[in-house]
């Protein structure tokens, strides 16, 4: 080896150990900083006409695990989805209240069937009218509470989406301009920090919205939803949808072109891209599942109708139970009027009423809002002008009957124990009682959210073992960086000695002349 090959050589190695100890420590300054990917230096021999001429210029890798990342996306897909599931679910749970709380609606249920029964054995006792109209009171207004929550947390998960695809869409804008920084400065410098924050902004985007994600050579990025529509090529195409404020029990969401049927006369806003409806809840072949997006979807078209079907049956049947033993209710009818209500049915309403009195429950449909706006009658309450005593001689009575007369009370506690039949629609059992059905209501949603949680748990367990995976598999070891460190010191040390040798050779050449 001549004097200038040596030089040449030692030179090459003092350069690449300087390099590979700068990434070392920048993998270890990283250790712990979200979605920093591993670096490697990687060094071939250069080799001319079968000899040894040095090292090729080294180029730095990111030791990217993508099995591992690709698993770790899709978990988060499934588990974001069904954590706002699970959070919508326990929202709704707090608002009915748990099936051992005393302020659950099965509670209050209770609480007036009790002091009915006890109104009944003494049905003069001024003290149990005014309890049995309290109780009475605070069963409307929690029915109406549970009603008012549902509206609030589909108007929540409708505002949680329009925040959701705003920043998804926000999030594309920064995914294209880091790809064409990665494109643009090609392979002139190392782009490993860029090609990080491309791989953080695809993993943000599909927490929010399931993509698929493809790279090209030149280091940019496809992304399309999992259903094939383009978000991302050369140019941005953003998800669409419409914000709705204010949510009334009558509006629910249609997929384009079809009739959603009465009652549901407001339609809330779809997802789409480029005009292709890609709604989650749409079950359509193109829509989209999975994500915080899809999730939000199911409690706003979902998980809260299933609970405003429940609570308008119960709280229409405790209309009609109340009304049709109530022999002081007239028809408008007999007086040769049409109000809409068959001859013979009253067109008021008994004990409880809402923003439709005399309204004819024929199905689910009629049901409707009933909880909403469902209410005490202003002639049984005292507070409101009304005489207490007609919550023992009916709604509409005008003369009082004797004070000891508990009819009118038992045939209304007979009522209330009376099987009725709930819509299939409903998921309540078909016949049961009122009462039974207020039980299975608050049972229902109870159930229903602890099994949520066991899979949410599940899901979470998941994904924290694929994270762990992909952090093994691309992250930062510390103890193998150390190691690494030694060996590029003593990689530096064999390259100083051979340099200090050809400068004591020169030297002694120099010396000689």
Not at 53 to 58: A, E, I, S
Not at 193 to 219: A, H, M
Not at 368 to 375: I, W
Not at 422 to 427: E, R
Request: a negative charge; zero cysteines.
């Amino acid at each position: 080896m001549t004097l200038s090959a040596a030089l040449s050589k030692a030179s090459q190695g003092l350069n690449m150990a300087s390099r590979a100890t700068d990434l070392i420590s920048t993998n270890i300054a990283n250790a712990q900083t979200p979605g920093y990917v591993r670096r490697s230096i990687n060094v071939t021999e250069r080799v001319v006409g079968g000899t040894s001429v040095g090292l090729n210029p080294t180029t730095v890798t990111r030791n990217v695990s993508i099995e591992t990342v690709q698993s770790v996306r899709r978990a988060q897909i499934t588990y974001q989805e069904q954590s706002e599931v699970s959070k919508g679910l326990q929202e709704i749970v707090t608002a009915i209240g748990d099936v051992n709380s005393e302020f659950s609606l099965s509670a209050q249920f209770d609480k007036f069937s009790n002091s009915m029964k006890s109104l009944a054995e003494t049905p003069e006792s001024s003290a149990l009218q005014d309890q049995t109209i309290t109780n009475a009171k605070v069963l409307a207004e929690n029915i109406r509470d549970i009603a008012s929550s549902v509206q609030e947390i589909r108007e929540q998960a409708d505002a949680d989406i329009v925040r959701s695809v705003n920043r998804v869409n926000d999030l594309l804008d920064q995914l294209k301009s880091i790809s064409g920084e990665i494109v643009s400065l090609g392979g002139a410098s190392d782009v490993a920090g860029l090609q990080d924050e491309q791989d953080r902004l695809i993993d943000e985007i599909s927490e929010l919205f399931p993509i698929n994600v493809s790279y090209n050579e030149n280091g940019s990025v496809r992304v399309s939803s999992t259903s094939g529509a383009t978000l991302l090529d050369l140019n941005v195409t953003k998800l669409e949808f419409t914000g709705t404020p204010t949510i009334p029990p009558e509006a629910i969401y249609a997929f384009d072109g079809e009739d959603p049927g009465a009652p549901y006369n407001d339609i809330l806003s779809g997802l789409t891209i480029g005009g292709l409806d890609v709604t989650p809840t749409a079950n359509k072949i193109q829509s989209v599942q999975g994500g915080k997006i899809g999730g939000l979807f199911k409690v706003r078209d979902e998980e809260t109708l299933n609970i405003q079907k429940q609570i308008d049956s119960i709280a229409a049947e405790m209309i009609e139970a109340f009304r049709d033993n109530d022999t002081t209710l007239t028809d408008a009818n007999t007086n040769g009027t049409t109000d809409g209500t068959p001859d013979g049915v009253p067109d008021t309403d008994s004990i409880f009423t809402f923003g439709t009195p005399g309204t004819i429950f024929t199905n689910l449909d009629d049901m409707l809002g009933v909880a909403n706006t469902f209410q005490i009658n202003a002639a049984v309450d005292p507070d409101q002008g009304g005489d207490k005593r007609r919550i023992r001689d009916g709604a509409e009575a005008t003369v009082f009957g004797p004070e000891g007369n508990a009819d009118l009370i038992r045939g209304w506690i007979d009522e209330m124990e009376t099987v009725k039949t709930f819509d299939a629609d409903t998921g309540l059992t078909g016949s049961q009682t009122i009462m039974s059905a207020a039980r299975e209501f608050t049972a229902l949603a109870s159930l229903r959210n602890e099994d949520q949680k066991v899979l949410l748990e599940f899901e979470e367990g998941k994904l924290n073992t694929l994270v762990d995976q992909r952090d093994n598999n691309q992250g930062v070891n510390l103890d193998d960086e150390m190691n690494d460190l030694v060996f590029i010191q003593q990689l530096y040390s064999a390259n100083a000695v051979l340099l200090q040798r050809a400068n004591d050779m020169l030297q002694t050449i120099l010396d000689i002349r």
